[in-house]
């Protein structure tokens, strides 16, 4: 079992900054991906960021603005939000898998087995 927790969500005004975390417990896949997503009301789930052991894959979307970092002795995963824009305002959820990936293969939701509650970001413009 993996547990999942986020912290770090909240309300900035556009071009502020945010760096969410995610706490990992239980049984973890350091060799494998652990991932950020987001959710828009209405939207369907997107696809963020990820980082396994030999990738760092962040959607163009976001790309230059956020940067996803992990700290494996603490079972931990960031993602710093900078230049953060209306359009960035979601829940953002952290997952993991049990699956090796790398690369684009890393940015499916329906292959992590594993997520977090979700934290809100709300950017104001």
């Known amino acids: 079992q993996v547990q999942l927790v986020e912290s770090g969500g909240g309300l900035v005004q556009a071009g502020g900054s945010l760096r969410l975390s995610c706490a990992a417990s239980?049984?973890?896949?350091?060799?494998?991906?652990m991932g950020w997503f987001r959710q828009a009301p209405g939207k369907e789930r997107e696809f963020v960021a990820a980082i396994s052991r030999i990738s760092v894959t962040t959607a163009n979307s976001v790309k230059g603005r956020f940067t996803i970092s992990r700290d494996n002795a603490k079972n931990t995963v960031y993602l710093q939000m900078n230049s953060l824009k209306p359009e960035d305002t979601a829940v953002y959820y952290c997952?993991?898998?049990?699956?090796?990936?790398?690369?684009?293969?890393?940015?499916?939701?329906?292959?992590?087995?594993?997520w977090g509650q979700g934290t809100q970001v709300t950017v104001s413009s």
């Open positions: 997952a993991t898998r049990s699956s090796y990936c790398a690369g684009v293969g890393c940015t499916l939701a329906r292959d992590y087995d594993y």
């Open positions: 239980g049984r973890t896949f350091s060799d494998n991906a």
